[in-house]
């Protein structure tokens, strides 16, 4: 029972090997086609089967009920009517603080909702990176499992010398009434959406924060340093973090949802090479499970996805529950005054901090090995091609070049790196420090909302411009996927018996015989 304990204790932050297997497509003959009735061709005894077989992209179901609610939560959260409803409230401040700006409490207030808000959202885009991670590595692993199996019966099929190699030109001038010749598009909101995102993640509009900031901090003797100075800040950055915070969750919905159209797409053309090789090799062999090893990383990234695992269970959201209830119990004892407001906001705001250089670091290092798995499996289309003899389309080319792309690539790096967590963490307990040493005055608080506030809104910022720079590049592998097994059905559709009728009636009696 102990060492049970300590073994769950344990688990989390250790990333473990990721398996799957594409369903194998089936072949059953259709018992309702008379058996007095001949077949010439193989296109027409292809036509009189019926196929109950997974043809789409199906995502695993989580055997915990827990798991499956937190992920409904997290997807909850991303929605539309979600975004609109934070908008409606930030906008109805705004307009509230026309009468009560003026006043301290407002602006504590609006701290605190941005800091409990902030909270809550990074649990939940933690365990929607967690969430990508998993889908998309397992994904890779079932795309490499049929490519496996489409390779083996395409070697069979021209081994056998019964059919005859086709030219590209032969596949080009071809043209398929059963797949569209793209990916599915988006609606107008999520191209509006995929601009604003561009907007925000660009890097003159992270300058541009900076900007502001320091002109702030110009007005710092102007104003005698004064609280009121400080909270106009607080203020700015507390309304831009739920902005920023609410949009990511939404635009990493988006995407998440457009890549498993895509991957749907994908796999859909995928089972149909399949089932046509199956049709002509007779092949019943069951695809098999493919295997994406461990990641390998040093303790202290292990120590960092750990914190990641246990932020992304929202853990940390039962954790504010707690306080929230002492901080409510101890409001009589503190006479609601200020520091009793800005209470709240320290906390959620300290803590927040963390979570966003862990986001970072974790949107980096998961993505990374995204991209090592994805990689495999291109790595697979690429010895099909060669076996055949048809090359691969040409690669829509991602602008790496650009000074926004470079500038803001290596600012990512740096952002995601394990020893900036850890100065991140070091920054937390100066502040912790500093707000002793002033005995917790509203100042002292102050120091410990404001810091963490602006440094967590460009955090947020930098987390849109990697999330921009990895599904541009998503896009443009799922787009070259779909274009070569478009080309890859093309040629097999088209894949003639080279031994006249006889073969043919070779093809059809095989399959009776099934």
């Known amino acids: 029972m102990f060492q049970q304990i300590i073994k769950t204790l344990a688990s989390p932050g250790f990333k473990g090997e990721i398996e799957d297997v594409a369903p194998t497509q089936h072949v059953f003959l259709d018992t309702s086609v008379s058996e007095g009735k001949k077949t010439s061709v193989v296109g027409e005894a292809e036509q009189s089967m019926c196929t109950k077989n997974i043809t789409g992209y199906v995502d ?5 009920r827990l798991d499956r609610w937190l992920d409904r939560v997290v997807k909850a959260s991303g929605s539309q009517s979600v975004f609109f409803i934070m908008i409606g ?34 649990s939940l885009l933690m365990r929607q990176q967690l969430n990508g991670y998993e889908r998309q590595v397992r994904a890779s692993a079932s795309l490499r499992s049929r490519i496996q199996s489409q390779r083996r019966m395409l070697r069979h099929v021209l081994a056998s010398g019964r059919c005859k190699k086709l030219s590209l030109g032969e596949i080009e001038s071809s ?16 191209r509006t959406s995929k601009h604003v995102s561009a907007f925000m993640g660009h890097f003159g509009t992270i300058c541009m924060y900076w900007v502001c900031i320091f002109i702030w901090l110009g007005f710092g003797p102007y104003c005698g340093w004064s609280d009121r100075w400080q909270l106009y800040i607080n203020s700015g950055t507390s309304a831009l973090m739920i902005a920023i915070f609410t949009f990511l969750a939404n635009i990493r919905e988006r995407h998440d949802e457009y890549v498993e159209k895509c991957m749907n797409s994908i796999f859909e053309v995928d089972s149909e090479i399949e089932l046509k090789l199956r049709i002509l090799t007779n092949d019943t062999e069951t695809n098999s499970t493919v295997v994406i090893p461990a990641p390998h990383f040093g303790i202290l990234q292990r120590v960092i996805f750990y914190y990641a695992d246990v932020v992304g269970t929202l853990v940390g959201i039962a954790l504010l529950i707690i306080v929230l209830i002492i901080w409510v119990c101890i409001g009589p004892a503190m006479h609601w005054n200020n520091n009793w407001w800005l209470f709240i906001g320290t906390y959620a705001g300290l803590i927040g901090l963390i979570d966003g250089f862990v986001l970072r670091n974790v949107q980096q290092r998961l993505h990374r090995y995204e991209q090592l798995a994805l990689e495999e499996a291109k790595l697979e289309d690429t010895s ?15 602008c790496c070049n ?7 690539e290596k600012m990512g790096v740096v952002c995601a790196h394990e020893i900036t967590v850890v100065l991140g963490i070091m920054l937390v307990i100066g502040l912790i420090i500093g707000a002793s040493i002033m005995k917790w005055t509203t100042t002292g608080q102050l120091l410990c909302n404001i810091p963490p506030s602006i440094i967590e809104s460009f955090f947020m910022m930098i987390l849109i411009t990697g999330h921009n720079l990895s599904e541009t590049k998503w896009r ?26 006889s073969g043919n009636a070779q093809e059809v009696r095989a399959l009776r015989e099934l």
Do not use: C
């Open 60 to 64: 695993r179901v989580k055997k915990s």
């Open 89 to 122: 409230g930030l906008l109805i401040w705004a307009l509230l603080g026309i009468r009560y700006g003026q006043s301290d409490n407002w602006a504590a207030i609006i701290s605190d909702v941005q800091a409990i808000v902030s909270y809550f959202f990074d």
């Open 175 to 190: 043209q398929s009434s059963k797949f569209s010749p793209g990916l599915p598009e988006e609606n107008w909101i999520g």
């Open 384 to 398: 099909v091609s060669d076996d055949i003899s048809l090359p691969l389309p040409e690669k829509k080319k991602v």
């Open 402 to 408: 650009s000074i926004h792309y470079l500038v803001s």
């Open 476 to 501: 443009a592998d799922l787009h070259h996927m779909y274009l070569w097994r478009l080309r890859l059905y093309l040629y097999v559709d088209r894949l003639t018996p080279g031994t006249g009728n």
